[in-house]
């Protein structure tokens, strides 16, 4: 009687190890898609400078410049993985009142509006991911920066702090 229940055991462990390496290329795939979608956080379009009253740098980043329509309203929703040294630099062809929402977007973000002259106008710190909720620039915006939350509290970025910008 335990030699086919041994039987049986060893058939449907034997099935197992067979589906686990016939699923194993799939699996390894989708984690692989997955991963770049979420942890390839920024393209390194740029940089951004912080500088204070002096102009003394107090934080350089890495940022993803969105200045298209699709990359504009794509932002950094569904990205994870964001670190206090990379960005995102909305470029906007025109001065204007801004807007911008936490919608997909998983990750805590301090948002940062800056005028036509590159001085931080204000700054929506800590924001809550996954949210509708909508922050306004306090003024006409030509660019926004988003990073990841607790950034500019802990580089002393403030209303009026310059930022300096390139492409690569």
Not at 17 to 24: D, E, G, H, R, Y
Request: with cysteine.
């Amino acid at each position: 009687m335990e030699v086919p229940l041994l039987k049986n055991f060893m058939r449907k462990i034997t099935l197992i190890v067979v589906l686990a390496f016939q699923c194993w290329p799939c699996a390894t795939v989708l984690a692989r898609q997955g991963a770049s979608a979420n942890f390839e956080v920024i393209r390194a379009d740029g940089r951004v400078e912080f500088l204070n009253s002096e102009g003394v740098v107090l934080k350089s980043i890495t940022v993803e410049i969105a200045d298209t329509p699709e990359a504009m309203s794509r932002g950094l929703m569904f990205r994870t993985g964001l670190d206090h040294t990379m960005g995102m630099l909305f470029i906007y062809e025109d001065v204007r009142e801004l807007a911008f929402w936490m919608r997909n977007t998983p990750t805590p973000l301090d948002i940062i509006f800056v005028s036509e002259g590159g001085r931080v106008i204000n700054i929506a710190a800590d924001t809550k991911p996954m949210s509708d909720r909508r922050h306004y620039s306090k003024g006409l915006a030509k660019y926004v920066v988003e990073v990841v939350s607790g950034f500019c509290a802990r580089y002393g970025v403030v209303e009026g702090t310059l930022i300096r910008w390139q492409r690569n």
